[in-house]
C-alpha cells in the first residue's frame, strides 16, 4: 500500500499569490515587470467577485483585505462571503486541494500564453 499525503490550500490564495507576483515584478527592471503586474490584478479578479457577489464593496473589501494580509503577514485571510465577522479562511474552514489551485492558475496562465502567442503572430491591420 501506499500512502498519499493529502495536502490542502485554505481559500485565500488569490490575494497572496497577487502581492507575491506585485513585489516580484517591482524587483524586475524590463517591460516584462508590466506583464507580471497585469497577471496580479488578474488574480485579484477573484476576491473581487466574491466579494460583489456576496453584497461586499468589492474594490474597499478587497483593499482591506489585502493591506491586512500584508500588515499581519498573513496569507489566510480572505473575503468573509458568509458575513461571520472572521476573514481567517482556515477559522471559518473554507479549504481547496492544493492541487486543484495550482491546476487552476497554471491553466489560466496556459491560456493566457496562448492569447499572447496569436496576438503575436496577427499584425495589426492584418485581416480587417
Request: charged fraction near 25%; glycine fraction near 6%; include cysteine.
Amino acid at each position: 500500500k501506499q500512502w498519499y499525503q493529502r495536502r490542502v490550500a485554505i481559500t485565500a490564495g488569490e490575494i497572496s499569490c497577487a502581492i507575491a507576483v506585485s513585489a516580484a515584478a517591482d524587483k524586475v527592471p524590463s517591460i516584462e515587470q508590466y506583464a507580471m503586474r497585469a497577471f496580479a490584478d488578474a488574480l485579484e479578479s477573484v476576491p473581487m467577485a466574491l466579494a460583489e457577489n456576496s453584497g461586499l464593496a468589492p474594490f474597499a473589501t478587497l483593499a482591506e483585505v489585502k493591506s491586512r494580509q500584508i500588515k499581519e503577514d498573513n496569507p489566510r485571510l480572505g473575503i468573509d462571503c458568509m458575513d461571520a465577522g472572521e476573514n481567517d479562511m482556515k477559522v471559518q474552514h473554507v479549504i481547496e486541494t492544493l492541487i486543484g489551485k495550482k491546476q487552476q492558475i497554471m491553466l489560466a496562465t496556459q491560456l493566457v500564453r496562448m492569447i499572447l502567442k496569436i496576438d503575436d503572430v496577427r499584425s495589426p491591420g492584418e485581416g480587417e
